[in-house]
């Protein structure tokens, strides 16, 4: 079945780097990624809509400054943590849509645990 | 006011016993409705979609209620293997975005 990787599953870093996060579809082709960021006990917050060769779309809130978001192929899209701190730790989940249809199957790749020390 | 709202839980319930959650959303223009579940650290998982006409798989079925808003869960003869946490998915609008819901929390006991 169609598959997501997401790498790396765990990163601890320092305050003040960057963190890259990768997300790849293995099987398929995904014109759009999804990004969401889960804090302890709460549920996933989508925090921007990646889209294969324009920009990405950010939910109301979320930094674009401070969360890259890349996706240079219909397979790979990444998203990177500019100048972490602290708060910044969370558990970040990448999705990619199978299909174009609205409906179709949402994959969500391992999650990424980020810890900014 | 929140796009999915739930009721976080937990649910304590014995092995054998039905369990229902419920579930609503806030956006009209809405068009599909999912369940997901995840385990503790881990990602979520699709564990059925809710058609208009209500639908089953085995001991879970799900059903939807456009004019009050509204998505149930139904589990029934719950196993020790269905403790976790219930995540109601609305995809927004007409868009192709999935917003969760903070989830329920399932914990079945023997």
């Known amino acids: 079945g169609a598959v997501v990787s997401q790498h790396p599953s765990r990163v601890i870093c320092k305050s003040g780097t960057s963190v890259k996060i990768e997300c790849r579809s293995l099987?398929?082709?995904?014109?759009?990624m999804f990004w969401y960021r889960q804090f302890p006990k709460q549920s996933l917050m989508l925090m921007a809509t990646?889209?294969?060769?324009?920009?990405?779309?950010?939910e109301q809130g979320v930094e674009k400054d401070k969360f890259l978001i890349n996706h240079a192929s219909l397979t790979l899209s990444t998203l990177t943590v500019t100048s972490a701190h602290p708060e910044d730790s969370s558990f970040y989940i990448c999705?990619?849509?199978?299909?174009?249809?609205?409906?179709?199957?949402?994959?969500f790749g391992n999650g990424t645990r980020l810890t900014v020390t | 006011r929140k796009e999915v709202e739930q009721d976080p839980g937990p649910f304590n319930v014995p092995e054998g016993a039905t369990v229902a959650f419920n579930c609503t959303y806030s956006?009209?223009?809405?068009?599909?409705f999912f369940w997901y579940r995840q385990d503790c650290r881990k990602e979520p998982k699709l564990l059925m979609s809710?058609?208009?006409s209500g639908n089953e798989d085995g001991r879970f079925t799900a059903q939807l209620n456009r004019a009050s808003q509204y998505i149930s869960l139904l589990i029934r003869d719950s196993k020790l293997s269905d403790s976790a946490t219930y995540l109601c998915v609305v995809m927004r609008g007409a868009t192709d975005k999935l917003i969760f819901g903070t989830g329920t929390r399932l914990q079945v006991f023997p």
């Open positions: 809710v058609y208009s």
């Open positions: 956006n009209s223009a809405s068009q599909s």
């Open positions: 999705s990619a849509r199978e299909g174009r249809v609205g409906n179709s199957p949402l994959h």
């Open positions: 990646s889209n294969e060769g324009s920009k990405a779309t950010y």
């Open positions: 099987d398929f082709q995904a014109t759009t």
